[in-house]
C-alpha cells in the first residue's frame, strides 16, 4: 500500500512558477514508476508526466514539454513537478500517481492516487 500526499499548488499569474511535491508513504517507493495527471472542469483526467523507477527517464505531455519538469528523490520518497511558463489552459487539479507495471502508464492503470492539488492561473 502507497498513501501519496500533494502539495504546492496555488494560483499564479500566466508565465509564472510553481512547484508541485508529492510524498509518498510505504518502503515500496523505489518500486514504483511515478507520474502527474491533471483534471480541468468538464473533462477527463490526462497525463501530464512520467518518471520511471530509478529517476533516470521520464516523459511528457507534448502540451507540457519544455515546461514541466519531474524529477524524484528515491531517499526522501518524494516526486516534483516544476512547471515553469504556465498558461491558463495550465488550470486544473493536478494529481500525483503511482504505479508498478510500467512507467508508461494510462489514467486507468495506475495503482495509487493522491487527493488532488489545485493549481489556477490566471491571464
Known amino acids: 500500500q502507497v498513501q501519496l500526499v500533494e502539495s504546492g499548488g496555488g494560483l499564479v499569474q500566466a508565465g509564472g512558477s510553481l512547484r508541485l511535491s508529492c510524498a509518498a508513504s510505504?518502503?515500496?517507493?523505489?518500486?514504483?514508476?511515478m507520474g502527474w495527471f491533471r483534471q480541468a472542469p468538464g473533462k477527463e483526467r490526462e497525463f501530464v508526466a512520467t518518471i520511471n523507477w530509478s529517476g533516470g527517464s521520464t516523459y511528457y505531455a507534448d502540451s507540457v514539454k519544455g515546461r514541466f519538469t519531474t524529477s524524484r528523490d528515491n531517499a526522501k520518497n518524494t516526486v516534483h513537478l516544476q512547471m515553469n511558463s504556465l498558461k491558463p489552459e495550465d488550470t486544473a487539479v493536478y494529481y500525483c500517481a503511482a504505479y508498478g507495471r510500467s512507467w508508461m502508464v494510462v489514467a486507468d492503470e495506475v495503482d495509487y492516487w493522491g487527493q488532488g492539488t489545485q493549481v489556477t492561473v490566471s491571464s
Open positions: 510505504g518502503r515500496t517507493f523505489s518500486r514504483y514508476a
